[in-house]
């Protein structure tokens, strides 16, 4: 048995050696900026610029999103905002799906995403909402999420002509499903983290739809009128 001295003393003469950092940790971090970079792109004045449409900024709600940029620039411009908008949730995931990343990294760097295109560091931390480049990163992390959830989604706004409350309910709709997918198997636990994360964002993004949908002051939409507030 050794003393308690000893013991003492060898510890204190073991040579320091200093914990190795995890390895995936950078990787990770620099696929999350990436996400964030790639989120903030504001395909609505990217668009307007390119083709000499209108700035979706100086129409309804000053979003660079999708139905903004339909308000300010009709059906056409708009669409291709709004695939190009999916299309800038659904790469980043994708990438770091494809070179190994696991799902926790892959949920982070959906979040990132969202938080890009709400808060784009390109537009002073302004931007649109995140639904559309949410959906891309859920369609990458689970897409039966954003098949089942869709019906939720434009059928709120067939019914109410609000999208802000579409978006909000379908959003909600879309965390309940991939709750149900991870109980069912589909997908680890951990995915939750992304489904959980891109909620709280895109609520936080309708703060202002919220309040004046509960004071009834919210702008209703009509696909066929560019113009409408």
């Known amino acids: ?16 050696t200093p914990r190795r950092m995890d390895p995936r940790l950078v990787p990770g971090a620099v696929l999350m900026v990436v996400g964030y970079l790639s989120g903030s792109l504001p395909m609505g004045v990217i ?8 700035d979706p900024r100086t129409v309804g709600s ?5 139905t903004n940029a339909l308000r300010a620039m009709g059906p056409g411009r708009g669409l291709a905002v709004g695939v190009l908008d999916i299309a800038k949730g659904a790469v980043p995931v994708l990438v770091a799906k494809l070179v190994g990343a696991d799902d926790l990294v892959q949920a982070l760097v959906g979040i990132a995403t969202v938080l890009g295109a709400a808060r784009s560091v390109f537009l002073r931390f ?3 909402r995140g639904v559309a480049t949410a959906i891309g990163a859920m369609a990458v992390i689970q897409p039966l999420v954003v098949i089942l959830s869709a019906p939720v989604f434009f059928g709120v706004i067939w019914l109410s002509r609000y ?10 709709a879309a965390a309940g499903v991939l709750a149900l997918m991870v109980v069912a198997g589909f997908n680890p636990p951990v995915v939750m983290v992304y489904g959980i994360g891109a909620v ?30």
């Open 62 to 66: 000053g979003r660079t999103g999708g």
């Open 47 to 54: 668009v307007a610029r390119l083709s000499g449409g209108r």
């Open 163 to 172: 999208v802000s409350l579409g978006s909000l309910v379908g959003s909600a």
């Open 126 to 128: 302004h931007g649109g």
């Open 1 to 16: 048995m050794v003393p308690r001295s000893s013991a003492a003393t060898a510890a204190r003469e073991r040579p320091y």
């Open 200 to 229: 709280v964002l895109i609520w936080i993004a309708h703060a202002d739809n919220i309040d004046r949908l509960l004071h009834g002051q919210e702008r209703k939409f009509d696909f066929f009128d560019r113009h409408a507030a």
